[in-house]
């Protein structure tokens, strides 16, 4: 009788089984990591540029901006509290210390320091706008910025301008020179639009050395839409509001050796007296030029024509042209668009026999086709 024995399967504990182990890690908890937009020692920072600090593998958990004097530069903190951004502007040639701490992930505390120094502009530039403040401007207004310095880089100073519209309209800008940009729609506004221009330029550059004065901020509004529609030919304006037909007015353009120049013209000012002077415009005395005082004079360009009260050529409004360029009118219709104007109604010559309106002169931006406007004419 044969009797034989063996070990059991693997794995069922016999004496044959095999022994293994395994051993696992993790890697240790980092420190925080924390970083700013400012490189220490860092110079010519821009101040209109908001500062951050920014952490990682952490958060921040306290921060101080200070200048030279120790005053504090306000900021916000992220919620995550990863970043923390300057609310406030920094000034001109100015040396800040940046004191960013933070907490890790292994729970250590960790202070980063720097220092910076904001840049010294060759010189500053403020700038004005029209509309002005909270006024109401007719539908052929274009909105106007006018830098009293040169500007090198007008796509930087075009992206420091930024134009909100109720309802949403598309515009573009056109330079007119080196200091003077426009914007507008299309087409004319539709009244009842909101206007809000913010114009961020401080602590910014717009080229060669050139920084930002100061911020500005404005809102206006488009009012009725008034349009003058005056013929040469048939002698007469007339006034449509919102399309419809106001008022029908005898005129008398320029004669045939001052031929009022057609296109759309915008109002801009108006005076219930003033002297007219041709020397401003660059007719002299003894050249057939004029020193003559006027009722009622509501300006349609820089080069000198208005509509005004001429009662002297009430006899030729409505049969000839003699004036010098202006839309001479009676003293009662004078009276009336005096009135009843706003900056930025439009009026629209034809059949004067003059040349075309310069789009430079006065806000003659109406002239200038889309199709080239959107250009920019930088």
């Given at each position: ?51 951050t600090a920014t952490a990682a593998d952490g958060k921040i ?318």
């Amino acid at each position: 009788m044969v009797t034989s024995c063996s070990s059991g399967p693997a794995g069922d504990g016999g004496a044959g089984a095999a022994e293994s182990t395994s051993t696992s890690s993790t890697p240790p908890p980092k420190p925080v990591a924390l970083s700013t937009s400012t490189a220490d020692a860092a110079v010519d920072v821009p101040p209109g540029v908001p500062v951050t600090a920014t952490a990682a593998d952490g958060k921040i958990t306290d921060v101080k901006l200070t200048n030279a004097e120790g005053k504090v530069v306000a900021g916000q903190l992220s919620p995550d509290g990863l970043q923390w951004t300057s609310t406030e502007p920094l000034g001109y040639d100015k040396t800040y210390t940046f004191a960013v701490t933070g907490a890790g992930a292994d729970g250590q505390s960790v202070t980063k320091t720097s220092t910076f120094t904001t840049v010294k502009p060759r010189t500053l530039t403020f700038l004005s706008i029209t509309p002005l403040q909270d006024q109401v401007v007719g539908i052929g207004q274009p909105l106007a910025f006018y830098f009293d310095e040169p500007v090198a880089d007008k796509a930087a100073a075009e992206a420091m301008i930024s134009i909100t519209t109720e309802p949403k309209v598309e515009g573009a800008f056109y330079w007119f020179d080196e200091d003077t940009v426009h914007w507008r729609p299309q087409h004319f506004w539709t009244p009842g639009t909101k206007i809000t221009i913010d114009a961020r330029i401080y602590g910014k550059h717009v080229g060669n050395g050139v920084y930002g004065e100061e911020d500005r901020h404005i809102t206006a509004s488009i009012g009725d839409a008034v349009v003058h529609e005056a013929d040469g030919a048939s002698h007469q304006v007339v006034t449509k509001v919102n399309g419809q037909v106001v008022r029908t007015m005898p005129t008398s353009m320029g004669d045939a050796q001052n031929p009022t120049p057609v296109g759309t013209y915008v109002l801009t000012e108006k005076h219930d007296h003033m002297v007219m002077d041709s020397r401003t415009y660059g007719l002299s005395l003894d050249a057939g030029g004029y020193v003559t005082p006027v009722d009622w004079a509501v300006r349609m360009s820089n080069s000198g024509i208005f509509f005004h009260s001429a009662p002297w050529s009430v006899g030729d409004q409505g049969y000839r042209n003699v004036s010098h360029g202006c839309l001479n009118l009676s003293p009662e219709n004078a009276k009336w668009v005096f009135d009843n104007a706003k900056p930025g109604d439009v009026v629209v010559v034809t059949n004067s026999g003059g040349p075309v309106l310069q789009p430079w002169d006065g806000f003659g931006d109406w002239q200038v086709p889309w199709e080239q406007w959107v250009k920019g004419n930088r």
